[in-house]
């Protein structure tokens, strides 16, 4: 089954500065890689998807990147905000049909 | 004008007991999902449905056992609760099936405490 690993488990920036956040998948045969974010106590939410056509997408100050051959993809954030500040969690979806889930990476930014 | 709405938002109940929680989507989704995220956040599918029917069943204890009675309800049954039952469980749909791709779009979860 696809496993996917996703670095770092914790990041803390400055507000306005840059932050990555990185994954891996196993299954080549995965084809759809979306991003969600959650608020303490809230809702996973989608905040930006690519499919395996593409190897860039980007929406105002986020952007993901795929590279295919490598299986990984990273998530961009530019010029962040207090409000940014929140659990990411990237995901992978292969043959199975199922969406498989990284370990999620809590962003802090600090005024 | 909820899209996806669960019930209860909270559950504390003791160990041993049978407990049920309730998902429905107004968005006319084909395919419903459960999650468990647990302490440390790790969100992890249990079961999917497609329009009634029961398309993925990872491996969980046999005593959770999800029941769709119409497209837009998915809910789960928990018996003989366990203390590692212990998480929030997220429902979640989405406009599919496969090979389309298209956005889930989650429930705000119940917290579920087993003592």
């Known amino acids: 089954g696809e496993n996917v690993e996703q670095h770092p488990s914790t990041l803390s920036v400055q507000e306005g500065d840059s932050a990555v956040i990185k994954c891996t998948y196993s299954d080549s045969a995965s084809n759809y890689f979306p991003w969600y974010k959650q608020e303490l106590g809230k809702r996973p939410q989608l905040i930006i998807d690519i499919r395996s056509n593409v190897g860039e997408k980007k929406d105002q100050r986020i952007a993901v990147t795929l590279n295919k051959t490598a299986k990984h993809f990273s998530l961009h954030i530019t010029e962040t905000q207090p409000e940014d500040s929140a659990v990411y969690f990237c995901a992978a979806k292969g043959g199975g049909n199922k969406l498989t889930f990284g370990t999620g990476t809590q962003l802090k930014v600090e005024l | 004008d909820t899209a996806v709405s669960q019930t209860p938002k909270y559950l504390v109940t003791q160990m041993g007991n049978d407990k049920s929680i309730k998902c429905e989507q107004n968005?006319?989704?084909?395919?419903m999902y459960w999650y468990k995220q647990d302490s440390k956040k790790f969100l992890k599918i249990m079961f999917s449905?497609?329009?009634?029917?029961?398309?993925i069943n990872e491996t969980v204890p046999n005593r959770f056992s999800p029941k769709s009675p119409d497209k837009a309800h998915l809910n789960l049954h928990i018996n003989s609760l366990e203390l590692g039952d212990s998480a929030v469980y997220f429902c979640?749909?989405?406009?599919?099936?496969?090979?389309?791709?298209?956005?889930?779009?989650f429930g705000p979860g119940t917290r579920l405490t087993v003592t």
């Open positions: 979640a749909s989405s406009q599919e099936p496969p090979p389309l791709h298209r956005e889930q779009y």
């Open positions: 968005l006319g989704h084909d395919t």
């Open positions: 449905y497609n329009n009634k029917e029961l398309i």
